[in-house]
């Protein structure tokens, strides 16, 4: 018997779960993938290590967040550097601004290695992180109180003290607590809430191209809206070239809705791709023909990658404060559907209070 389950290996689920068995709670994390992570799982495609996000990673100083984790730990935070390169934003008529920041760092390993970090110390202080191990549902005893969870494989797993989610809200109530037992004021907040998709392309990058830019992490505006560009730190790929990522922000639906035939979504994916290899283009002329599409990634991809409902993955607007609590007085939610802000630190301190209320 387990005092804590956790569900979920991404950066909510193991903060909350390193914390807990640090303080001396018998833990168990289940992660449905094969890898922790989530959102900043490793993204490798032939011999490149991708940045998975905007590279934009911040509160790691004196006093941060993340040091108030690690001093609590039996593991090191994996090193980091402050950028010293400035963050460029380029305005939609081609103006670069640089702008300088004394609180964006690059993570060694980059943000995986936090994940991994976080695993090595559940296991370090006597917790469990199964890998593999997809939870089904919650289970319940006759009082109707939440007892443990059940796993796809029709294994129980059984919780004394608390269960965390790690899943998004809306997949919280609707898959794991069940929409029997959400109230329907819950339901109500639940559909109001919104969230967004991002549509990603990692590419290879010739160091000419590199050289040519103003900054290895940049925000672009066009007609269209904003796209970021971040290069990985480091070798990131085979000799002369470096692995870089551009983000954009798309809405959810409409990539579900082509459902009808494989085909079909394969000729709208490909569309995506022509639009945005066009407009990379017209707001990024330096780069010429120095890069190489390696893959992409939309809402699609990241529903298979973690599950989160139509692979919405910029945290949810409009979350209540106090949101990690449930209709179950011993179930959490915790990640970026309940957090400030969809960014890794923020995501860090929910999961810190979290841990606090468990105890
Ligand atoms: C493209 C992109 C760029 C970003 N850029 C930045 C950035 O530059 N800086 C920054 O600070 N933040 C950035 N973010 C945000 C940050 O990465 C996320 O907010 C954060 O990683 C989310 O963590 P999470 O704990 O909420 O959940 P997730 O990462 O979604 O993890 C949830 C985990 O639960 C598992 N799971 C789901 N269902 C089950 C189940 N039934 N059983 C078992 N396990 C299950 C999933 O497999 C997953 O591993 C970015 C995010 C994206 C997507």
Avoid at 108 to 136: H, W
Avoid at 284 to 313: C, F, H, W
């Amino acid at each position: 018997m387990y005092d804590v389950v956790v569900v979920g290996g991404g950066i909510g689920g193991l903060t909350v779960a390193a914390a807990v068995s640090a303080r001396g709670l018998n833990t168990c994390l289940l992660e449905r993938q094969s890898q922790v992570g989530g959102c900043v799982a490793r993204v490798e495609f032939a011999g490149y290590e991708f940045e998975p996000g905007m590279g934009l990673y911040t509160s790691f100083g004196a006093g941060g967040v993340y040091e108030k984790l690690f001093s609590q730990l039996p593991v090191e935070l994996p090193a980091v550097s402050l950028v010293t390169s400035p963050y460029v934003k380029r305005s939609a008529d081609g103006t670069d601004i640089r702008l300088s920041s004394d609180d964006l760092y690059s993570i060694d390993g980059g943000p995986a290695s936090i994940a991994e970090r976080l695993a090595q110390s559940i296991k370090l202080s006597g917790g469990n992180v199964r890998l593999d191990s997809p939870v089904l549902r919650l289970a319940f005893d006759d009082s109707n109180r939440a007892t443990g969870v059940d796993l796809l494989s029709g294994e129980r797993v059984p919780a004394r003290k608390a269960i965390v989610s790690n899943m998004t809200v809306w997949d919280t109530y609707g898959k794991l607590i069940g929409l029997n037992r959400t109230t329907p004021e819950i339901k109500k907040h639940l559909n109001t809430l919104r969230g967004t998709g991002v549509y990603v392309v990692y590419a290879a990058l010739e160091a000419a191209a590199v050289a040519r830019l103003p900054g290895e992490l940049m925000c672009v505006e066009d007609s269209e809206g904003e796209f970021t560009m971040a290069i990985s730190p480091g070798s990131s790929g085979p000799e002369g070239k470096r692995a870089v990522t551009f983000t954009c922000r798309t809405e959810v639906e409409t990539w579900f809705a082509y459902q009808s035939s494989v085909e079909d979504f394969e000729e709208w994916d490909q569309e995506a791709l022509e639009r945005f290899w066009e407009r990379l283009h017209r707001a990024m002329p330096e780069l010429g023909s120095d890069i190489e599409i390696i893959e992409t990634a939309n809402p699609r991809t990241y529903y298979e990658q973690t599950r989160r409902k139509l692979g919405m993955v910029m945290g949810a607007e409009g979350a209540a404060a106090a949101a990690h609590r449930t209709v179950l007085p011993n179930v959490f939610i915790v990640g970026d559907t309940v957090s400030a802000a969809a960014s890794l630190d923020q995501v860090v301190v929910t999961a810190m209070a979290v841990a606090e209320e468990i105890k």
